[in-house]
């Protein structure tokens, strides 16, 4: 078999995930202030939904850049021009769609029509022509959303909707016809970690309002220390457990990548709600608690790429759920209490930290 060769990051890569700290901000912000106490069920799948669809532009420019891009002229200008009307978009972002319905889906538009262009005329000719599964994926995506404009808002958002989710959920029904060794999967693990470390660092902005004088200092360091843990087992898992020169399409990767961005705001939102007095007890500990189960969740479906030393025991899964469903309850009994409720995360960050260091002390 012939060996994997990493294919480096480009400055340029780097430079468009910048514009991702700006939308995933403005994402955060869907959910930043709480309505009678709580998150409005409507408001949460609103914000899922835009994480869907802001990160499936992501990634399809990634999985370019991964499978196809020699760092050419083209590929660059067009790189450039996505991250142009992504900040247009990103300043569309809210809860009120009706307000920009429009501008959103036409900035949309305008990224899927960069899209198709790139995957037609930047792709290897010595490649797989798997890329048409890619280009007709945007084009029935980009169709949606041009006839929902066309319509306008009370019909055309449920048309948009749709498109997103055909963009996001039609690779899964074409698995088998993708080339697992198109993918350079070294550089795939780089480029969504990357993304796990700007959502990370918006976690860091919001925790800020902890570190004041009116505030004792015990609070920051529990809550900066659970976050720093939970960073931890990622890393741990990503660089030290995976197995990255692999021959894979990388499908349960991104996708939970995908799903650990919106749980990470989740979890992000839910320590600012912390430190407000007028939110519900109730609701902010169930939903920190179902947050933090839903990531480590996530970290341990990344365990099927581990290498055959560092593939979790029955034990080592079993205790990580004991530990995270033992958390859930007490965060419930003890929502009162703040101080109570961050000494339980960060026992639970603890414990599962633990175990993730201790394998892989042992398995070296």
């Known amino acids: 078999m012939k060996s994997i060769i990493a294919k480096k990051v480009g400055m340029f890569e780097l430079f468009y995930d910048l514009v991702f700290v700006y939308a995933i901000s403005k994402i955060a912000a869907m959910i930043h202030h709480p309505v009678n106490g709580v998150i409005p069920l409507v408001n949460y799948l609103q914000f ?71 995957y037609l005329l930047g792709h290897s000719k010595n490649k797989e022509k798997d890329y048409t599964i890619f280009v007709d994926t945007f084009v029935i995506e980009l169709s949606l959303i041009c006839l929902g404009l ?40 780089e480029r969504v970690g990357l993304i796990i470390i700007i959502a990370f660092g918006e976690a860091v902005v919001n925790i800020a309002e902890y570190f004041n004088k009116n505030i004792p200092l015990y609070i920051p360091i529990f809550v900066f220390l659970s976050l720093v843990l939970m960073f931890a087992v990622y890393v741990i898992e990503v660089d030290n457990f995976i197995e990255q020169k692999q021959y894979n399409k990388g499908f349960i990767l991104m ?85 109570d409720l961050l000494i339980v995360l960060l026992v639970m960050n603890i414990i599962i930290f633990g175990q993730y260091y201790s394998l892989r002390k042992r398995s070296n």
């Open 48 to 118: 899922l939904l835009v994480v869907v669809v802001v990160l499936q532009i992501w990634l399809y420019e990634v999985l370019y850049f991964n499978r196809y891009s020699q760092n050419r002229f083209f590929d660059i200008a067009s790189l450039v021009l996505e991250m142009f009307v992504m900040v247009y978009l990103s300043n569309n972002i809210n809860t009120d769609w009706h307000l920009t319905f429009e501008y959103f889906n036409i900035a949309m538009a305008v990224m899927l029509i960069v899209l198709i262009l790139q």
């Open 150 to 189: 066309i319509l306008g808002y009370k019909v055309g958002v449920y048309l948009a909707i749709a498109g997103y989710l055909v963009g996001f959920l039609l690779p899964l029904a074409t698995y088998k016809k993708i080339v697992a060794k198109n993918v350079n999967f070294p550089h795939l693990i």
């Open 255 to 339: 996708y939970s990548h995908v799903a650990l961005v919106a749980t990470l705001l989740s979890i992000t939102v839910a320590l600012v709600y912390l430190n407000l007095t007028h939110v519900d007890k109730t609701f902010v500990a169930l939903f920190l608690g179902f947050s933090v189960v839903v990531y480590y969740l996530l970290v341990l479906a990344l365990s099927i790429y581990n290498k055959k030393q560092f593939q979790l025991t029955y034990l080592n899964i079993l205790t990580t759920l004991v530990c995270l469903m033992a958390g859930l309850v007490l965060l419930y009994f003890l929502r009162n209490s703040q101080l």
